[in-house]
């Protein structure tokens, strides 16, 4: 039968308390809590779908909350997530393949990870406000 | 010879679930969606300025469509498999941990079939 109680409270050995911030240690969990934000991110690509389903009133509401301050942040923020998720996905598949965990070449491979999302980022929002204009 | 309980076996929760069908899973839909990311992006930037009408003939065309579909089908399996092992990593109460795996379960679904649904309607014209 399933333990019903809350596990006995064992002493931890410190961790956090006295590993130096690594970037690599960060980018790990950032790659989690990207992964986190776009799970819930999720229901504003549903509403965005059904709204423009329901009709020209429904997307309409979803286009003031699109071009809304509120919207343009929470959706500038998602795409970065999607962006840095994705290349923190390819840095874990080129270590799956066996490459890229010596010392100079992670630290690269982190730092281009987050080079590559913010300039991605930046570029694609250029490129929405550039065709937002025809 | 494995040494779990038969209800640990039957749930398949826990770090070692079923040898490796979510680690594999977890991958083909990542590249899956890093794929259909890259298409998404475009119809995106294609979207932009458009008004309703063309959006509505954009989402609603058969190619779009179909692409369309099975990114949400991705991302769906993706995202649940991806929170199912952030609650089973920090979550130890039993009742708590349950209780967000089932939720989980249910929004990734929900959610997955929602946007099918939108999919579709957009582009069955109705």
């Known amino acids: 039968m399933a333990e019903t109680k809350a596990p006995a409270q064992r002493p931890l050995s410190p961790h956090l308390q006295i590993y130096r911030p690594m970037l690599t240690m960060m980018m790990s969990i950032v790659h989690r ?8 991110g999720t229901m504003i690509v549903a509403w965005w779908l059904l709204a423009a389903a329901a009709g020209q009133n429904a997307y309409g509401v979803f286009e003031g909350f699109a071009t809304s301050w509120v919207g343009r942040v929470l959706l500038f923020g998602y795409t970065w997530a999607l962006l840095h998720h994705m290349l923190g996905g390819i840095r874990h598949f080129v270590w799956d393949l066996g490459y890229g965990f010596g010392p100079e070449e992670r630290e690269w491979l982190v730092r281009a990870n987050l080079v590559g999302s913010v300039t991605l980022t930046v570029l694609l929002w250029l490129c929405f406000a550039m065709f937002g204009m025809r | ?6 209800l640990a076996r039957v749930r398949g929760f826990g770090s070692a679930r079923s040898g490796t069908e979510h680690f594999w899973r977890q991958r083909l839909t990542a590249i899956a969606n890093a794929l259909l990311t890259l298409g998404g992006v475009i119809l995106m930037i ?21 692409l369309m579909l099975l990114f949400v089908l991705s991302i769906t399996v993706h995202m649940k498999i991806g929170m199912q092992v952030i609650i089973e990593d920090y979550v130890h109460e039993e009742k708590q941990k349950l209780t967000l795996l089932v939720l989980n379960t249910f929004y990734a679904v929900a959610i997955g079939l929602a946007c099918a649904y939108a999919i579709l309607k957009l582009s069955f014209g109705v």
């Open chain 2, 1 to 6: 010879m494995t040494m779990r309980t038969p």
């Open chain 1, 33 to 40: 809590i990207t992964g986190a934000a776009l799970y819930f």
């Open chain 2, 46 to 66: 294609s979207l932009t300025g458009r008004t309703y009408p063309g959006v509505r003939q954009i989402l609603g065309s058969p190619l779009i469509a179909v």
